[in-house]
């Protein structure tokens, strides 16, 4: 059984969300809380799986919200809602710790898969998605005086000092959008092995999950958003 907080400031929204998710058997609704305060007190209190957390709420928003549950270290993992795809605050929400974002106004089987998806450790954004919503807004990306003869380089940064050279380059290809499958199939690895990969990879950095590892590589320059992954500039 996967439980869900609901923090969202408006009644009829949490009704909503409750009563999609009490369909479920598997989902059940611990609680609901009207701002992020409340958000916070109850994560502690309940220790749900999931929080799914909007982000305009008076007083406490729900990116500071989600800041705080995170730093507690709590396995609670948080799903941010928001009104539009590539809303910067969606962007700032995955920065301070959410485990990925929905739009509210997507379908409920979708919403119904991104809890149950961030209740296991997945990203519920998926790879290529997530890397056009920081493409969009790179320019929030903490930045070093770039060489200008080596615009590309990489800013030398102790999360990665850990990784093996192949696991570099898979974190380099995961923050360029490839799926596991395509990792394999291009570098030429079994899946399972990617799968251990990048598992140690998310160990390793300290990523909660595939899409701080997205997030890790662009801090860290191993990817630029001017770049591509094969088969995804279309997308």
Do not use: C
């Not at 059984?1 to 009563?19: E, K, N």
């Not at 056009?132 to 800013?155: F, K, N, Q």
């Not at 999360?159 to 990792?183: F, H, K, Q």
């Amino acid at each position: 059984m996967t439980t869900v907080l609901i923090a969202d400031d408006q009644p009829l929204q949490r009704f909503g969300f409750r009563m999609l998710l009490e369909s479920q058997d598997d989902l059940t609704v611990l609680g609901e809380a009207a701002n992020g305060a409340e958000a916070i007190r109850m994560t502690a209190e309940l220790h749900p799986d999931v929080v799914l957390m909007d982000v305009r709420m008076p007083g406490l928003d729900g990116i500071e919200a989600t800041r705080r549950i995170v730093a507690t270290g709590d396995r609670t993992r948080v799903l941010i809602l928001t009104t539009f795809d590539l809303d910067e605050y969606a962007y700032a929400g995955l920065r301070a710790g959410a485990s990925g974002f929905l739009v509210k106004d997507a379908q409920p089987e979708e919403l119904l898969s991104g809890i149950r998806s961030v209740a296991t450790g997945d990203a519920v954004v998926a790879p290529s998605l997530t890397r056009r919503l920081l493409d969009a807004y790179a320019h929030h990306l903490p930045t070093a005086a770039p060489d200008p003869a080596m615009p590309t380089a990489p800013v030398p940064d102790p999360r990665l000092t850990a990784l093996t050279d192949r696991e570099r380059e898979i974190l380099t290809v995961i923050g360029r959008g490839w799926t596991n499958t395509e990792i394999a199939t291009r570098l030429h690895l079994a899946e399972s092995t990617v799968k251990t990969h990048v598992s140690r990879i998310l160990a390793k950095t300290g990523s909660r999950d595939r899409v701080q590892a997205v997030i890790l590589a662009y801090d860290t320059r191993l990817v630029e958003p001017s770049q591509n992954g094969p088969g995804h500039e279309q997308r």
